[in-house]
């Protein structure tokens, strides 16, 4: 088996100890961690009252975002044109 060395900090290294399992290697314990789950993973945490103030929140904060940066693109083009 092919083996690679990282270098850690020992916060990071105390965070991973912490989700290692007792007969878990370090290897074992990030492919675990880092895994993705499947969005069906996900299905019926929420209920709809609560789902749909997360989307109108979400929807809003991409506005105020698209909203910021149209500004932002603005006092840019007007600091080239001087």
């Known amino acids: ?3 690679k ?3 850690i900090t020992i916060g990071a290294y105390g965070a991973l100890k912490s989700l290692k ?3 878990e290697s370090f290897s074992d314990t990030i492919l675990r961690v880092a895994k993705r789950k499947s969005l ?3 299905v019926g945490i929420l209920n709809n ?3 749909e103030r997360l989307e109108k929140i979400i929807y ?3 506005e105020k975002r698209r909203v910021a940066h149209r500004l932002r693109m ?3 083009q007007k600091l080239l044109e001087k």
């Open 21 to 23: 399992g007792p007969r």
């Open 5 to 7: 060395t990282i270098t």
């Open 74 to 76: 603005v006092r840019i």
């Open 49 to 51: 009252e609560t789902g």
């Open 1 to 3: 088996m092919a083996v």
């Open 40 to 42: 069906k993973e996900f």
């Open 60 to 62: 809003e904060t991409r």
